[in-house]
């Protein structure tokens, strides 16, 4: 049987996220919301909203 490089790659991304975000989740801050379990779009602009609602003029979007 030939194997479908695409479900190759999503089985090998996944025993990588569950070997490794038990590992790092603690690491980061709470306002990191991208690719992470439980966040979104939405949570990140909700951030952010909070971030102008608190008085700041500016709030940056940054990813490594």
Sequence with gaps: HPVIPAVVGRVIRQAVAQAAIPV???KFS?????????????RSLHGAQEIINDGYRYCMDLGL
């Design 24 to 26: 790092h989740e603690p």
């Design 30 to 42: 709470d306002g990191s919301c991208g690719f992470r379990p439980g966040g979104s779009a939405h």
